[in-house]
C-alpha cells in the first residue's frame, strides 16, 4: 500500500490562500461606496389623537350603573 505524499500540500494551500485572498479583493474592488455619508433630517410629525384634545375618565366596569 504506497504511502500518501504529503510533500505539496502546502504549496498547494498557500496558494488556495493566495488565490481566495485576491479573488475577493476583486470582488470588493468593484463596489461603489459613498465618499460622506450624511444623515438626511427627518422630521417628525405630531398626530393629534382625540384623547389629546380633552380629559377623558376612564371607568371601571363595577362602577357603571345598572
Known amino acids: ?3 500518501l ?3 505539496t500540500w502546502l504549496t ?3 496558494s488556495m490562500f493566495l ?3 485576491i479573488i475577493f479583493q476583486l470582488k470588493i474592488s468593484k463596489h461603489n461606496f459613498y465618499h460622506n ?6 422630521k417628525m410629525l405630531k398626530q ?3 384623547w389629546e384634545a380633552k380629559w377623558t375618565k376612564i371607568y ?3 362602577l357603571l350603573p345598572l
Open 12 to 14: 498547494m494551500i498557500l
Open 5 to 7: 505524499d504529503t510533500s
Open 19 to 21: 488565490t481566495l485572498f
Open 48 to 50: 393629534n389623537t382625540p
Open 60 to 62: 371601571l366596569p363595577l
Open 37 to 42: 455619508p450624511e444623515l438626511t433630517p427627518t
Open 1 to 3: 500500500m504506497p504511502q
